[in-house]
Antibody, heavy 125, light 107 residues
Framework: QVQLVQSGGEVKKPGASVKVSCRAS????????ISWVRQAPGQGLQWMGW????????KYAQELQGRVTMTTDTSTNTAYMELRSLRSDDTAVYFC??????????????????WGQGTLVTVSS | AIQLTQSPSSLSASVGDRVTITCRAS??????LAWYQQKPGKAPKLLIY???SLQSGVPSRFSGSGSGTEVTLTISSLQPEDLATYYC?????????FGQGTRLEIK
């Protein structure tokens, strides 16, 4: 079955960086992008960006530009999200999720299914 | 950015009730809208995509409708396992945005 498995929780100090991994299985990895969504404690969902696993193209949320980098390793079907210069308000559960579907250089409806289990990143001094 | 406003923000209903959640957008989103269910402590789960298409495996009591700038998610007969927070999401334009969520409680 289609599955996304994320790396474990992290505790970081302000100013540090964190890199979260997302290993995919059960489908053709390069046929779908991987998107990242975060959720601060008790809050809603915030889209962070996505990476096209076929060609490596990325699109980031404007407020995270310059601090976030999304990469992919097609040899291991793993996507990565690195966030730098961490602040306390970066404390959140970070989810990876599959989407959009891409074929022949065109990507389609960017809804998300399935989702990884989430990775809690805590930023605290 | 397209802003999505869900109403109500929370509601309490009884098993068997018909429940409707509305999502209004600040701009049109064509048919590029999805609904997710998030149970406490879990990842979101896709329920509906492209406004009204039911994701495989999702019970038929869930349905979506609407167009333009307003869509609704309807649960035809509420079940105890539907306790969750529900989010709408637009993917018509970047940045992709979500509604603030509707918390559904069972009376």
């Amino acid at each position: 079955q289609v599955q996304l498995v994320q790396s474990g929780g992290e505790v970081k100090k302000p100013g540090a960086s964190v890199k979260v991994s997302c290993r995919a299985s059960g489908y053709t990895f390069t046929s779908y992008g991987i998107s990242w969504v975060r959720q601060a404690p008790g809050q809603g969902l915030q889209w962070m960006g996505w990476i096209n696993n076929y060609n490596g193209d990325t699109k980031y949320a404007q407020e995270l530009q310059g601090r976030v980098t999304m990469t992919t390793d097609t040899s291991t079907n793993t996507a990565y999200m690195e966030l730098r210069s961490l602040r306390s308000d970066d404390t959140a559960v970070y989810f990876c999720t599959r989407g959009p579907y891409c074929s022949g250089g065109t990507c389609y409806s960017q809804y998300f299914d399935p989702w990884g289990q989430g990775t809690l990143v805590t930023v605290s001094s | 950015a397209i802003q999505l406003t869900q109403s109500p923000s929370s509601l309490s209903a009884s098993v068997g009730d018909r429940v409707t959640i509305t999502c209004r957008a600040s701009q049109g989103f064509s048919t590029s809208l999805a609904w997710y269910q998030q149970k406490p402590g879990k990842a979101p789960k896709l329920l509906i995509y492209d406004v009204s298409s039911l994701q495989s495996g999702v019970p038929s009591r869930f349905s979506g409708s609407g167009s333009g700038t307003e869509v609704t998610l309807t649960i035809s007969s509420l079940q105890p396992e539907d306790l969750a927070t529900y989010y709408c999401q637009q993917f018509n334009s970047y940045p992709i945005t979500f509604g603030q969520g509707t918390r559904l409680e069972i009376k």
